[in-house]
């Protein structure tokens, strides 16, 4: 079997197993499985609102999804995506609402803003993790909380709008990532999105530094020996990561919900995190694992009001194709020798 | 005297590297039996699939001469037997008493008896002679006394035959020497001890018996009263050491690297070298022999940047890059052949082409400004893969794919062809086969006819008498003595990788 094509076949049967097993959950709550699934593909692409629905889902998991690509590629584990989002798109709304400056440069110094934050709430365990070798995947997933509590306490009790609910006032339209269509809130997002896959996809492909973090990633000690500065490349690492992080959020902050509010973008991050294990860290097969994400979720929607299975079948299903994934990714690690010089922890 | 353990040929796989082949082993009751080799010759394997932790591929194992399957570590104890590994597994927050009973707790309705376990352990203590206070908090003891605690497991679960890795490793000579005394008083109680070292005067000093294994086989086993350190010197490394030295210009050149009373640690924070000085002069291959273990590996590291000297300097061409980066260190004109190369020396995931780039990822040709000129780093890599006989379908074959000796030629591709003036060349021919370490001798030959200065470590003599021009010779972290390449005899290189020094050059031992 070819080099390239074993993973992505691991990969499908693993999303196969998890199908399986969700086909046998959504039988025990007394739901038809033909029903749901056809459900939840008539939800996620029965017509071009529906579409353009699911793409819309699709953005920011894509998004988080690069920044978790980035991190794996240097044999690092940036389980922190949903923090740097959540500071981003705070950060992001921040601008938008606070600095007035023309239409256009207002959005681009908003996602600057965004990608600066994202960098910055990752800065910390990126520095531990570089000078320290303070394992990054504890100290990411904490700063997770702080962000999305921070954010609230924020919105709630410093930039609340008057009135009922607990979000931001909207910010200047100046500051709005431009729509692609008139009937969806589908954005630009989703091409700056595509763009930065195949962007970072070259880089580590072509420059000679994405070279030696993708050597780092796979064997840090034969970087070292030739001559990778290893700490300032897992600084670096860990720091671009980030910035995709928060780029994320400023995407959904300024061309979805253009405020801040209470559960902003709930679980995106972590969405974007397995797609890219799915796709074992390449960003192209990202963009195929966050459309497949984007899908199930839209596709729920749909589902809760056309049948009388719960949404929660999806979070479920969800849950299921981690287990696989993580087994199947587990599993192959074994096969290989040099696998414990690997520094992924699951 | 009855057979405590017998082993009759033992085969143990891991893929396709065989770690023990066809191993016999007999351990008389009430012996000290030591077990040697250098690192990798299979010694804890061999001890793992007599405990249980490993199935073998093959063979018997007989306990007191019957028969018996160990599946697992409970079953070795059902027999016997008791295990004290390299690491310990001791739990830091408990007490003495409580990590002597971890998994077999004395207790009554369910309780855990605190009182009978210190008891016991007092008894345990008292009776072998081990020290301990059965009260204190494991984590607050020295290494030595958690040795003893982890013996004391071993008693308390009632063993006959204990087998200790390299139990001297972590301890300072005092606590060896009371180790010893215990393992003696174990003997003289009839109980039989195993023990696995690669230190000579160890095994002269306090075993019974001695077994020899190298390579995965067993080369012999003697009374240890019959054999001298020199003796076991030459069947760890092998005995077919040959004199074929290579034909050579004397070098002229002018010194290269020069090292100053160099000290480091191990990995284990131990001193692994232990001042050492000398120099390496322009057109000059200078061989470092010595068993395994003793400092070269770490003295390699450091020269190369991966390891920080703890005291001493070494300059290259006058710069003292002692605390300087691999990067810097590289770029200064030195070249490293690695000892593991497949730890350090590839990256298997790779093709040939990005394993020959590494070190020239932003020099030009290789890379335009930023970019890697990835047809550029194809041909040049085609061509050294032509020149240095590297045996593959193209520059794009996975390194994984490759043989042994393929991958190493690989790596002497790449560091070869870095034009540095100083070459560290660790174990170049480590598990290659004949022709290939015939062409990479040729390969060394030629770089010292182009001037570059050599640092050849081996444990191989035959490559070190066929190569080098003076032969250093490490042991415990020291440079024993100065052998001329030219005239070298095996009794005087075997005497001093024993450790014993011979004639008017013999260093100061700290």
């Known amino acids: ?346 | 005297m009855s057979h405590a353990v017998e082993l009759r040929g033992i085969v143990k796989r891991f893929g396709t590297f065989v770690a023990n082949d066809c191993v016999d082993l007999v351990v008389k009751a009430g012996e000290i039996h030591a077990i040697v080799g250098e690192n990798g010759a299979g010694k804890t394997t061999l001890m793992n699939v007599l405990f249980g932790l490993l199935q073998p591929d093959g063979g018997e194992i007989l306990i007191d001469g019957k028969p018996i399957v160990v599946a697992n570590p409970r079953a070795a104890i059902a027999a016997g037997l008791g295990m004290v590994h390299q690491h310990f597994k001791l739990v830091p927050s408990l007490t003495v008493a409580e990590n002597v009973f971890l998994g077999m707790e004395r207790g009554r309705a369910g309780f855990v008896d605190h009182k009978a376990q210190i008891a016991e352990t007092e008894r345990l203590s008292r009776d072998f002679g081990l020290k301990v206070d059965p009260t204190e908090q494991v984590g607050l003891l020295s290494v030595g006394i958690e040795q003893r605690i982890e013996i004391l497991k071993v008693l308390a679960r009632g063993a006959r035959i204990i087998i200790l890795d390299e139990p001297t490793a972590v301890l300072t000579p005092q606590e060896s020497r009371e180790l010893f005394q215990t393992l003696r008083g174990f003997v003289a109680q009839g109980m039989t001890v195993i023990f696995i070292t690669h230190h000579l005067e160890e095994v002269m000093a306090v075993s019974d018996t001695v077994t020899v294994l190298r390579l995965g086989r067993k080369v012999d086993t003697r009374p240890t009263a019959d054999v001298t350190k020199n003796d076991l010197v030459q069947m760890m490394v092998g005995r077919s050491v040959s004199f074929d030295r290579r034909q050579r210009e004397p070098s002229t050149g002018g010194t290269v690297l020069s090292v100053k009373d160099l000290w480091c640690r191990d990995d284990r924070g131990l001193p692994a070298v232990r001042g050492v000085s000398f120099d390496v002069r322009a057109g000059e291959v200078v061989g470092i022999a010595g068993v395994a273990g003793n400092g070269q590996t770490e003295l390699a590291e450091v020269l190369s940047g991966l390891r920080p000297a703890s005291h001493g300097t070494f300059r290259i061409h006058g710069e003292d890059l002692t605390a300087a980066s691999p990067r810097r260190i590289r770029d200064t004109g030195v070249a490293h052949v690695p000892g593991d190369r497949v730890v350090r020396g590839v990256d298997r995931q790779s093709s040939i082409a990005a394993n020959i780039l590494m070190g020239r990822q932003d020099t030009p040709p290789w890379a335009r400004g930023s970019l890697i000129d990835w047809a550029v780093v194809r041909e040049r890599s085609s061509e050294m893969m032509e020149r240095f006989d590297v045996r593959a379908s193209g520059p794009d074959a996975l390194v994984k794919s490759l043989s042994g000796g393929n991958m190493q030629k690989v790596v002497l591709a790449r560091e070869f062809s870095h034009d540095a003036d100083f070459l560290l060349v660790d174990q170049p021919t480590r598990g290659v086969d004949i022709g290939a370490t015939e062409s990479i001798h040729n390969e060394i030959m030629r770089q010292r006819a182009d001037g570059r200065a050599i640092l050849l470590i081996s444990v191989q003599l035959d490559e070190l008498i066929a190569l080098a021009d003076r032969i250093l010779v490490m042991f415990n972290g020291l440079i024993m003595g100065e052998l001329p390449g030219d005239s070298v005899s095996e009794e005087a290189l075997g005497l001093l990788m024993a450790g014993v020094q011979t004639g008017p050059d013999r260093a100061a031992v700290a």
């Open chain 1, 1 to 346: 079997m070819s080099e390239t094509l074993r993973p992505v076949i691991g990969q499908a049967i693993a999303i196969f197993i998890a199908l399986a097993l969700g086909t046998v959950v959504i039988m025990v709550v007394g739901e038809s499985p033909i029903l749901v699934f056809a459900t939840l593909l008539e939800g996620a692409f029965g017509s071009t609102e529906r579409i353009a629905g699911t793409l819309l889902q699709t953005t920011p998991i894509l998004v988080c999804g690069i920044a978790a690509c980035i991190s794996f590629r240097g044999g690092l584990f940036n389980i922190g995506v949903e923090g740097q989002l959540f500071m981003g798109g705070f950060a992001a709304v921040i601008v938008g609402i606070y600095l007035p400056l023309p239409a256009g440069l207002h959005m681009l110094v908003g996602i600057l803003v965004a990608m600066l934050a994202g960098m910055a709430w990752i800065a910390i365990p990126a520095f531990f993790r570089a000078r320290y070798n303070a394992n990054e995947v504890v100290s990411t997933i904490l700063s997770n909380y702080v962000a999305v509590l921070l954010t609230s306490y924020f919105t709630i009790f410093l930039f609340k709008r008057p009135g009922g609910w607990s979000e931001t006032a909207p910010i200047l339209p100046s500051a709005y990532l431009p729509e692609l269509f008139s009937f969806s809130r589908l954005n630009w997002g989703l091409i700056i999105g595509l763009a930065l896959a195949v962007a970072v996809q070259l880089y580590f492909r072509h420059t000679s530094r994405g070279y030696s973090v993708s050597i780092m990633g796979q064997n840090l000690k034969f970087a070292e020996y030739g001559g990778v500065d290893i700490k300032r490349h897992i600084f670096l690492v860990l720091l671009a990561s980030g910035a995709v992080g928060g780029l994320a959020g400023g995407i959904e902050a300024l061309g979805v919900h253009h405020r801040f509010m209470e559960g902003f973008a709930p679980g995106f991050g972590f969405d974007g995190v397995i797609a890219a294990l799915l796709a074992n860290g390449n960003p192209i097969g990202t963009i195929g694992a966050a459309l497949f994400f984007g899908a199930l979720r839209s596709g729920s929607l749909l589902l809760e009001v056309d049948t009388n299975a719960s949404r929660e079948i999806i979070t479920v299903i969800q849950a299921l194709i981690i287990l696989s994934v993580s087994a199947q990714i587990l599993m192959r690690r074994r096969g290989d020798s040099t696998a414990a010089e690997r520094r992924w922890k699951f």
